[in-house]
């Protein structure tokens, strides 16, 4: 009974050295957040949204302990952005490629706080990439009126290979969003419209009816034109926002 009572205080003493040295809690869910994304959720496009869940625990409040923490905000980032990397097979693709990702720069527009034990959740999406760069935007959203708390864009350099390459390998071999494909048979529809008068009915050509028969069925097609149609525009407030990353970047290199 004295040797189980002894192995009992090892073990509570091991906890409270590894909550000491480590945020063990942090861990624990971030390897169950990889667990959930990669076996239990299903699979995305990488051109949609992916959403995780969180509450605004006791840990997780302010001083004045009214509300959630403003640093916060980014840790929850985490799990959403490993969510998104798993579902979409984004982060296994960089990896596959002889790349490697980090964050490089991000920016965080509050608009109302998330009170102590209120549920929020985190919705994640692609809204351009150029050849060095992924640019997501994360959206912390109330789950009862879908309020906005608050907005955050970030920026993932992408190093060692090119961002053009990798999304050139998800774009063809996901399955197409509902989204995209009723956008691809509006398409067709639009151009079979602009046939000049008198051609009588408009009919698709060969290469119309295939992508028309692959958006139908949920694929898109591998080409690269198609490829290029799916890259989002630049948003203008990102381009604004880019803009202001590279004057820094001179700034700091001309030692200002």
């Given at each position: 009974?004295?040797?189980?009572?002894?192995?009992?205080?090892?073990?509570?003493?091991?906890?409270?050295?590894?909550?000491?040295?480590?945020?063990?809690?942090?861990?624990?869910?971030?390897?169950?957040?990889?667990?959930l994304?990669?076996?239990?959720?299903?699979?995305?496009?990488?051109?949609?949204?992916?959403?995780?869940?969180?509450?605004?625990?006791?840990?997780?409040?302010?001083?004045?302990l009214?509300?959630?923490?403003?640093?916060?905000?980014?840790?929850e980032l985490?799990?959403?952005?490993?969510?998104?990397?798993?579902r979409?097979?984004?982060?296994?693709?960089?990896?596959?490629?002889?790349?490697?990702?980090?964050?490089?720069a991000?920016?965080i527009?509050?608009?109302?706080?998330?009170?102590p034990?209120?549920?929020f959740?985190?919705?994640?999406?692609?809204?351009?990439?150029?050849?060095?760069?992924?640019?997501?935007?994360?959206?912390?959203?109330?789950?009862?009126?879908?309020?906005?708390?608050c907005?955050?864009?970030?920026?993932?350099?992408?190093?060692?290979?090119?961002?053009?390459?990798?999304?050139?390998?998800l774009l063809?071999?996901?399955?197409?969003?509902?989204?995209?494909a009723?956008?691809s048979?509006?398409?067709l529809?639009?151009?079979?419209?602009?046939?000049?008068?008198?051609?009588?009915?408009?009919?698709?050509?060969?290469?119309?009816?295939?992508?028309?028969?692959?958006?139908?069925?949920?694929?898109v097609?591998?080409?690269?034109?198609?490829?290029?149609?799916?890259?989002?525009?630049?948003p203008?407030?990102?381009?604004?926002?880019?803009?202001?990353?590279?004057?820094?970047?001179?700034?700091?290199?001309?030692?200002?």
């Open positions: 009974m004295e040797q189980l009572c002894y192995v009992a205080l090892s073990c509570l003493l091991a906890i409270v050295l590894l909550y000491g040295l480590l945020e063990l809690h942090y861990f624990l869910r971030m390897c169950l957040c990889v667990l994304a990669r076996f239990v959720k299903r699979r995305c496009h990488i051109l949609e949204s992916t959403t995780v869940n969180g509450v605004c625990l006791s840990t997780d409040v302010d001083t004045l009214y509300h959630m923490n403003n640093a916060r905000y980014f840790r985490d799990f959403a952005r490993v969510d998104f990397y798993e979409t097979q984004l982060y296994r693709t960089i990896r596959r490629l002889g790349g490697s990702v980090f964050q490089g991000a920016t527009r509050y608009r109302r706080f998330i009170r034990f209120r549920r959740k985190i919705i994640s999406r692609i809204i351009y990439w150029d050849e060095q760069s992924l640019f997501m935007e994360h959206r912390f959203v109330r789950p009862s009126d879908k309020f906005v708390h907005i955050v864009i970030c920026r993932q350099r992408v190093i060692d290979v090119a961002m053009e390459a990798v999304m050139a390998e063809p071999k996901t399955a197409a969003t509902p989204l995209q009723a956008a048979r509006h398409t529809s639009s151009t079979a419209s602009l046939q000049p008068v008198g051609m009588g009915t408009a009919t698709a050509t060969p290469a119309a009816t295939l992508e028309a028969s692959q958006a139908e069925n949920g694929h097609t591998t080409s690269t034109t198609s490829t290029t149609k799916l890259k989002p525009p630049l203008p407030e990102l381009g604004k926002w880019i803009e202001y990353n590279e004057m820094s970047s001179k700034n700091l290199r001309s030692g200002c």
